[in-house]
């Protein structure tokens, strides 16, 4: 299955930092958030990855292509475990690229993806949201295989906060799995139909790409995805499944900090320095 990811947003939550480089380069531990990404999608077997992208954003691209100098002068100096490293990237997949012109919002960077997945169910993974464990692809398409229809990820949050996201109302079909009867972006609190929030993966059915061209500016004046989610429920089931493990909305400063810590207690590398560390700083232990 092909995998999109869109990346051509402008970060504007993470400025001044974002003013001149893509927040989807920002680095997580030593890796840029889009390289997760791309490895979670290769991981699901979802080799072929059209990026989204557009101006400002030849980071991306220039980080995912081979790097001549840099190699050669890792293999003169002899640094061979940091030259595979490096060789290794641009193997990871075939990607691909198109640009979005202007930043039209998510639902018009889908549907740039088009000529692309053609008459195919394809996956959406947004270019900024880290989901470490892996296990949330082969989900989604578990429940698609199941019950032939688009799948969204969602994550209970606290109602305070479900403003900043996409929310699904359903009814829970198995424990778990819901089928969707509503979806909003990014509701008022009083006003969210439930606190499941979308997350950043979707696997979905074509008949999306025929829709997004009609659905008009919604929620800050953008395309959104979500709305085109919402017509696409008045021709087929619509389901969301519920993460075991949250991801991190690494455009958002503090969920990228988060981030940081947690992937890098993870690493045998940093994992009990930073332990320390933090122990340090905190003046506590921390679990
Ligand atoms: C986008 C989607 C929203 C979703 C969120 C997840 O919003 O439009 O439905 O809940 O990603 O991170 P954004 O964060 O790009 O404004």
């Not at 092909?2 to 989807?24: C, D, M, S, W």
């Not at 008949?207 to 017509?231: W, Y």
Request: hydrophobic letters at 40%; a negative charge; aromatic letters at 6%.
């Amino acid at each position: 299955m092909k995998a999109i990811i869109p990346a051509g947003g402008l970060g504007t939550r993470f400025l001044p930092v974002t003013k001149e480089q893509p927040k989807e380069m920002l680095p997580v531990v030593n890796k840029p958030v889009i390289q997760y990404v791309v490895e979670e999608a290769v991981a699901a077997a979802a080799d072929d990855v059209l990026i989204v992208t557009g101006r400002g954003k030849r980071a991306i691209e220039d980080h995912f292509d081979r790097s001549a100098e840099l190699e050669d002068l890792l293999e003169r100096s002899g640094s061979i475990d940091k030259l595979r490293q490096v060789r290794q990237i641009p193997e990871l997949a075939n990607v691909f690229y198109v640009r979005q012109g202007r930043p039209r919002g998510l639902g018009h960077a889908v549907l740039c993806a088009a000529p692309h997945t053609l008459d195919q169910p394809f996956y959406v993974l947004l270019g900024d949201v880290i989901v470490p464990q892996g296990t949330c692809l082969p989900r989604l398409k578990e429940v698609h295989e199941k019950y032939g229809a688009s799948v969204i990820a969602v994550q209970p949050v606290e109602r305070e906060y479900v403003s900043r996201y996409g929310v699904v109302a359903g009814r829970e079909v198995e424990p778990g799995v819901w089928e969707i009867t509503d979806l909003v972006e990014k509701p008022p609190a009083n006003e969210a139909p439930s606190n499941l929030a979308i997350f950043g993966r979707y696997l979905l059915t074509p008949k999306v790409m025929e829709l997004l061209p009609h659905v008009e500016a919604g929620r800050g004046g953008e395309i959104q995805l979500t709305d085109a989610l919402r017509e696409l429920l008045k021709h087929e089931e619509i389901y969301a499944v519920t993460m075991d493990s949250p991801g991190f909305d690494t455009g958002n400063i503090l969920s990228w900090l988060e981030a940081n810590i947690t992937l890098a207690l993870e690493t045998e590398e940093f994992g009990s320095p930073l332990r320390e560390s933090l122990e340090r700083i905190l003046g506590e232990t921390v679990v």
